[in-house]
């Protein structure tokens, strides 16, 4: 009787701490802990924000949303192959981070590499679910890059789909502009 007490109490404590018990990862701890950086990316404001992030990856050298967000910096600021090493920095140490793949993806289209920026905007696309028009629209500009222009125009129009105003003009330019689009 008394095993059976314990046993159920113990089944009971593991079903709280699983179920009821807030079990944060790391990127949303992290998240959370850079929330100011964040903030500064939203707002455009790349060099302070670059400044927070380079401060978080020396004092978190193991947090790929510091590497991340620290390589969205470098990409905004034109510092391609430095974005380049950090975001696959943060790719090494968490792969699920669709932002990191899709900002991969533009470092390595700017540097003219099509198929590997093709793999990257794949991979955003697939932990985005299909639902983020800016990685469609980037992985039809890189299909057209490599004349796969039957799957690039049936990105656009997903992406435009999704309402992508940036993928309407791009269905409006050869070799797409013979085609009417609504």
């Keep these: 009787m008394e095993v059976a007490l314990i046993g159920l109490f113990f089944i009971l404590y593991l079903f709280i701490r699983y179920f009821l018990i807030d ?9 959370l802990r ?6 500064l ?4 404001r790349y060099d302070e924000a ?10 978190f050298p193991k947090s790929s949303l510091a590497f991340a967000y620290r390589g969205k910096c470098h990409l905004r600021n034109q510092n391609i192959h430095s974005a380049l090493y950090d975001l696959t920095q943060a790719l090494s140490l968490d792969n699920t981070i669709p ?10 289209y700017q540097l003219k590499d099509y198929a590997e ?9 697939w932990y985005f679910r299909g639902q983020q028009a800016d990685a469609i629209r980037w992985r039809a500009l890189s299909r057209m890059q490599l004349e796969q222009f039957k799957m690039a125009e049936q990105d656009l129009i ?10 309407a003009y791009l ?12």
Excluded: C, M, W
């Design 23 to 31: 079990h944060d990862t790391a990127a949303d701890k992290d998240r």
């Design 34 to 39: 850079f929330s100011e950086g964040i903030r």
């Design 41 to 44: 990316i939203q707002f455009h």
């Design 50 to 59: 670059f400044r927070f992030f380079d401060q978080a990856v020396a004092q």
């Design 99 to 108: 932002d990191s793949y899709l900002d991969r993806g533009i470092a390595l």
């Design 117 to 125: 920026a093709f793999k990257e905007f794949d991979k955003a696309v």
């Design 158 to 167: 997903r992406a435009l789909e999704l309402g992508d105003e940036n993928s």
């Design 171 to 182: 269905l409006k330019q050869p070799p797409f502009s013979n085609v009417i689009y609504s």
